[in-house]
């Protein structure tokens, strides 16, 4: 390889490491804007700790181990899929709804700054298999809210499980930005 071509090759690696390590800075103020978040969640409900919730502890499991990319790429998913079931909010307590605003206020920040992390990254040729199995917990999420008529104990059980995914997600972007320092 002739010198010139090295330094181009050099150089594009660099510049590729660069914007990704810059686009993806955010997840180190993840914790900050998610713990607004957790505040809020914990304001909007009664007694979260008394209700029983399914949830997909072994898909987190599943993710920490799997590439940055795709940690990243199911931390923006999982927001999308509570600001869609926290949309609902037309049936909730109406005092509750500035609540519910500032809460999704938080999460779409959250997501935008994430997707732009996700931009820099090869999307994959098919859907991973977290994205159909974290689709499919919120898609029995809101049937169950459904089905129970938005009633404030389904509502207690959406809060408590969105509590917990939060929780989570923050464990996960913890270890990406980890990794992404790394590099």
């Known amino acids: 390889m002739k010198q010139t071509q ?3 090759y050099i150089c594009v690696i660099f510049v590729t490491l660069l914007s990704q390590c810059s686009a993806c800075r955010w997840l180190g103020r993840y ?3 998610n713990a607004d978040s957790l505040t809020l969640i914990e304001k909007m409900g009664g007694h979260p700790g008394t209700v029983k919730v399914r949830f997909p502890g072994h898909l987190y499991n599943l993710i920490g181990d799997a590439k940055v990319e795709d940690q990243v790429r199911f931390l923006v998913l999982t ?10 909010n037309e ?3 109406p005092e509750q709804w500035k609540l519910v605003e500032y809460f999704l206020k938080d999460l779409h920040r959250q997501s935008s700054e994430l997707k732009e992390c996700v931009a820099q990254y090869q999307k994959p040729s098919h859907m ?5 199995k974290i689709t499919r917990h919120f898609s029995t999420l809101k049937k ?3 089905k129970k008529k938005y009633s404030s104990h389904a509502w207690e059980q959406i809060r408590r499980a969105v509590k917990t995914h939060l929780q989570r997600m923050e464990i996960i972007a ?3 930005n980890k990794s992404l320092a790394r590099v």
């Open 144 to 146: 169950s809210l459904k």
């Open 79 to 88: 927001l999308d899929q509570i600001i869609n079931l926290m949309d609902s």
């Open 128 to 132: 991973e298999s977290y994205e159909k």
């Open 91 to 93: 049936h909730m307590n």
């Open 6 to 8: 090295m330094w181009t």
């Open 31 to 33: 914790r900050m804007v």
């Open 174 to 176: 913890n270890n990406a």
